[in-house]
């Protein structure tokens, strides 16, 4: 028995040579179905071994230079696309990671191959800046990189920005094509390192800014408007995605600014988060003020309206009581009016205002909320949800 072993395969090859009476050596009748099976046999060898050149993987990679925290797994080379597994160790004041849109890689002859995808790491556009946030120092990652199909066993760099600090470049990457392994598993190798992406994004002249983790998506954007006082107002839209429900609490949504002292030092100063029903006394009273003060406006034109004067020899005033009739009709219409338009505003803004929510799996929430304005050089807004931190600076 000859066994033909090819490396990678799953299946061996047997080929039997008995020398019986009953071979095709003895038997002219069967030597020809026997050269027709070592045909198909030398065929099959022959693809499976140019199949093994175009979709191979290897795990044994050296490297000229290459970012310290960055360390390369396995190349896996397929029949349209090179995908680069990689793992990254956080490093100290390192808070985030993402991966240029332009990112190519190149071989020695100046050729390149543009990155197609990326895999557990966000992709920074131009329009759109995305990254992953580190919870801490020392903290591992999991991401790959696709390209398109890069040929076996050649050289080649990784060019994220050879002018960015810090960017991703890796030189000189070099297989050992000896050496064969099997095909990485993605969905296994970054199970166990999800990540929690950041993104920022304009929509109509306002900065937008989203964060992801855990099945929930959380976006926000402040203006600072006067609205019954001038506050930051705060629009935000929560998708839950977890498999079970979360509690949005206007408890746990506190917020800071940095402000500068006389000698140039930054000092965060605490700032008040309104729920919604401090900021409908708000709106209550300055509503009331305001229905006053049109009341007495429109009770000053009545007087006006309802008193004729002429000036003869000296001054001299009638009243007039058909005109005092219906200004004064007129006039009570008009503060109607206001004050139904006031209070369907209050209702709306009651409405749209953020309250305390149970947002069961599937549910998308939104709404806003204001914080008391003071002017300060930066904003910080702090969620927590589902016991997770979700901090947006402004």
Known sequence: MVLINTPSLPHLLYVTLNNTDNSPCNNPEKLTSMRTLKLLSSL?????????????????VTTSSMPEQIKIEQIDYNENSTVVSMSCVSQEGKTWMNIDDGTFAQTADGKRYPMTNSINLPINTEAEYRQ???????QKHHFALV??????????DIIENEDKFGGLNIHNIAVDTAQY??????????????????????????????????GITLTTCVQ????????????MNLINQT?????LNMDNITAEGDVTDEYGNPKAVQLQVLDSKTYDKVVKKKQNWNNFWVTVGEQMLVADAVYSSANYSGRTESYNGAAAYLAQEKADDNVKAYANKQAQRR????????KNNTVKDGIEYSGFFNIKYKKVDQLRIRFMINGEPFSFTY
């Open 44 to 60: 099959f060898l022959m693809l499976t071994t140019n199949n093994l050149g175009m979709l191979a993987q290897y795990r044994h």
């Open 132 to 138: 992953m946030e580190f919870d801490h120092a020392g």
């Open 147 to 156: 390209f398109a199909a890069i040929p076996k066993g050649e050289k080649f």
């Open 181 to 214: 392994c099997d095909k990485i598993n993605i969905d296994e190798f970054i199970r166990d390192y999800p990540i929690k992406e950041t993104g920022r994004f304009i929509k109509d002249n306002v900065d937008v800014s989203y964060i992801k983790s855990n």
């Open 224 to 235: 600072a408007k006067k609205q019954y006082g001038k506050y930051y107002i705060v629009s």
């Open 243 to 247: 498999g079970k429900s979360v509690l």
């Open 347 to 354: 209702e709306k803004i009651n409405a749209g205002y953020i």
